[in-house]
T-cell receptor, first 115, second 116 residues
Framework: AQSVAQPEDQVNVAEGNPLTVKCTYS??????LFWYVQYPNRGLQFLLK??????LVKGSYGFEAEFNKSQTSFHLKKPSALVSDSALYFC?????????????FGKGTRLSVIA | KAGVTQTPRYLIKTRGQQVTLSCSPI?????VSWYQQTPGQGLQFLFE???????NKGNFPGRFSGRQFSNSRSEMNVSTLELGDSALYLC???????????????FGSGTQLSVL
């Protein structure tokens, strides 16, 4: 079975500082990994995904994530946080060649960027 | 291109009632998935429909059901509502859904259901 863990419920960072939102996964084989963001009163929006290739994936709004197979992690990062980055972030995983199994989401990490 | 549309935006019901939620996917998308979002549990998968067929189902009781129409619009029904059903219900669409495991999902803004 595939699963994903986001160990921090809340991350606080000062505007202009780098930010990291952590994600670890458990899946058989090489995973497909995703990050989504949810702004208040909105649905989830796709940020980036790792399928194969370069371990550093660049996505929307200046975000990037690094796939680390040995640590089974896929942490989301941004060099300089903005107040507008404050939102709920979800990591998700799916095993390749897994038929119709759905995307499995973590419980989310709330990011607060303080001016 | 219009995004995923969910109606209604808010619903207030009492225990024992039933409710129907609607989702219109992005034009051309044939897969519609439903998720329940609660603060403690995050997003939990309910079911996925593709070309009017339920292709996958999560671990929810039979009170939760859904269907998809020929135009890919989907409805979700919850019967005999319980207090614990209070949640944000999200619908997501994609072109091929589970058959293309690296596809991203496009989410609607959700229906906030409150059960009193």
């Amino acid at each position: 079975a595939q699963s994903v863990a986001q160990p921090e419920d809340q991350v606080n960072v000062a505007e202009g500082n780098p930010l990291t939102v952590k994600c670890t996964y458990s899946v058989s084989g090489n995973p497909y990994l995703f990050w989504y963001v949810q702004y208040p009163n909105r649905g989830l929006q796709f940020l980036l995904k790792y399928i194969t290739g370069d371990n550093l994936v660049k996505g929307s709004y200046g975000f990037e994530a690094e796939f680390n197979k040995s640590q089974t992690s896929f942490h989301l990062k941004k060099p300089s946080a903005l107040v507008s980055d404050s939102a709920l972030y979800f990591c998700a995983v799916r095993a390749p060649n897994s038929g119709n199994t759905p995307l499995v989401f973590g419980k989310g990490t709330r990011l607060s960027v303080i001016a | 291109k219009a995004g995923v549309t969910q109606t209604p935006r808010y619903l207030i019901k009492t225990r024992g009632q039933q409710v129907t939620l609607s989702c219109s996917p992005i034009s051309g998308h044939r897969s519609v998935s439903w998720y329940q979002q609660t603060p403690g549990q995050g997003l939990q998968f309910l079911f996925e429909y593709f070309s009017e067929t339920q292709r996958n189902k999560g671990n929810f009781p039979g009170r939760f059901s859904g269907r998809q129409f020929s135009n890919s619009r989907s409805e979700m029904n919850v019967s005999t509502l319980e207090l614990g059903d209070s949640a944000l219900y999200l619908c997501a669409s994609s072109s091929l859904g589970g058959a293309a495991t690296n596809e991203k999902l496009f989410f609607g803004s959700g229906t906030q259901l409150s059960v009193l």
